[in-house]
């Protein structure tokens, strides 16, 4: 069945036009003369749909807004918007407008919105599905937990998925940030379109904005062909801009436009082009902080955070310790090809009284490193890290067992970072101690030496853990044996 769209417009000629013109996309266009009407014709005629103008006499978009999310019926408001009011629009979003466009009205970005809104509309059926997942298993996609903090990020998410609004996602290292910005694209329409991670914290300054933004032939030494940005390969679906405080100024200004304009201009090139993108930002520090600093710019925070949710710590929900944790053995038996049944009561006892200064993906290193001890059975105490838990206890990185290896290439912080990533790895018998100032081809050397020591020469396991293939593994040991002998 055709969607109803219902046109609700003050100025005739703009209402007659866009009511044709919805028409002629397929749709069944209605329209009314203001907010008063428009309002009657939702309750009787039920639209899936309303485009509305924000300035009207009698009722304006606002409160016809209001009035429409007080009915019974699901209707998915777009609103118009004069240029330049992009607070209005934003505090529309805030209120749970689907999207906005702004007057004169783009017929291409007005044909996207509607197609969006029509999609989500069918993924609104498979939400009703997971708020009783939710409600059963306090399990949220890739989100676990059934304490009161997790079950506000629960509420948080599932009221802001549907919309097309820009969401930004606050919170400490490590409390799972990234998996929020996964669940909203995964309850969303654009679920089965591409969800593209950026760590603007991880491009080098010079590289981010054609990352970012992609770029011509000629544009720069060195840009041999064009190259499609982020947002291009995000089209129609999601893009996360991890760590948004770190992204240089001028980078930030020209988000800033793509974000109103819905429109990007690669480097080098001279015609813009349309981009269909839902953007995610998240951050670890204080957003109103980093403005204050210098290090995010105002105006871009005020539109990147149309919603805010914020990722609690773990030591905040210690309680749901044990059901996270029982969700990752269930990832690496599957990951490591092992077979670990669960947790024993004191190990739990345990996890459940640390404080966790790197979160969940503290917790998800430490699981992971004692299934991998393990390999089946109940995980107990002894598959701890030596001392874990107790004063002065130095946790694992929580960048993950194999970032020494994959940070050869890089400059001498790498180097520094890889030295301490050696030094922590394995905090048993046998740990690995590497100098600040050691190379990083010499401390991957020895970590990888040191963990087929720790696997008995395990190759296969010892290449799990590092994180690299075994083809990988076996070249990098033929090429010690090389440099031995030579």
Not at 67 to 76: E, H, N, S, T
Not at 173 to 196: C, I, M, N, Q, Y
Not at 357 to 367: A, K, Q, S, Y
Request: aromatic content about 4%; some cysteine; glycine content about 8%.
């Amino acid at each position: 069945m055709l969607e109803k769209v219902l046109i609700v417009e003050d100025e005739v000629h703009a209402r007659t036009g866009l009511t044709e013109l919805v028409g002629s996309w397929g749709y069944r266009a209605e329209c009314a003369a203001d907010g008063v009407e428009g309002l009657e014709k939702a309750v009787e005629w039920a639209p899936a749909i309303v485009v509305t103008d924000l300035k009207m006499p009698r009722m304006d978009g606002m409160e016809l807004l209001r009035k429409i999310g007080d009915l019974p019926q699901r209707i998915a408001v777009v609103m118009l918007t004069a240029q330049g009011s992009i607070e209005s629009a934003v505090e529309a979003m805030r209120m749970g407008a689907y999207d906005y466009i702004p007057k004169p009205v783009d017929p291409v970005r007005l044909k996207t919105i509607l197609q969006n809104a029509s999609r989500q509309r069918e993924a609104d059926v498979e939400m009703e599905v997971t708020r009783r997942q939710v409600r059963d298993t306090g399990v949220l996609g890739p989100l676990v937990g059934n304490s009161p903090q997790m079950r506000e990020v629960f509420a948080l998410i599932e009221r802001v998925a549907p919309s097309n609004v820009s969401v930004l996602v606050t919170g400490e290292s490590g409390t799972g940030k990234e998996l929020v910005a996964r669940a909203l694209h995964d309850l969303s329409a654009r679920r089965l379109k591409p969800f593209v991670a950026v760590n603007c914290a991880a491009i080098p300054e010079t590289l981010i904005e054609s990352e970012i933004f992609g770029h011509e032939k000629g544009a720069f030494t060195g840009a041999l062909e064009r190259r499609a940005g982020c947002f291009e390969l995000a089209e129609e679906g999601t893009l996360l801009l991890d760590e948004i405080g770190e992204m240089p100024a001028a980078t930030q200004a020209k988000l800033l436009r793509v974000l109103e304009d819905r429109k990007l201009r690669r480097l080098g090139s001279k015609v813009e082009t349309p981009v269909d993108v839902r953007v995610v930002a998240a951050t670890n520090k204080d957003p109103e902080e980093a403005v204050a600093n210098g290090e995010l710019r105002g105006d871009l925070y005020y539109r990147l955070n149309v919603f805010n949710i914020k990722m609690p710590p773990l030591r905040e929900h210690l309680m749901d310790v044990s059901s996270i944790a029982e969700k990752m053995i269930d990832d690496m038996n599957e990951r490591h090809h092992c077979t670990v049944a669960g947790l024993k009561d004191s190990l739990m006892q345990r996890l459940e009284s640390y404080k966790w200064p790197g979160n969940v993906r503290e917790l998800r290193n430490t699981i992971e490193r004692a299934v991998i001890m393990a390999g089946t059975g109940m995980l107990g105490v002894e598959h701890l890290p030596q001392h874990f838990g107790e004063p002065g206890f130095a946790p694992p990185p929580t960048s993950g067992v194999h970032a020494a290896v994959t940070a050869t290439g890089r400059a001498a912080d790498a180097a520094a970072a890889a030295s301490r990533e050696v030094q922590r790895y394995l905090d048993d018998q046998n740990t690995v101690r590497v100098e600040v100032g050691t190379t990083v081809n010499e401390a991957e050397r020895q970590l990888i030496l040191k963990t087929l020591s720790s696997t008995h020469n395990n190759k296969t396991k010892a290449a799990e853990i590092l994180g690299i293939s075994s083809k990988t593994l076996q070249n990098k040991l033929k090429e010690y044996s090389n440099s031995a002998t030579e």
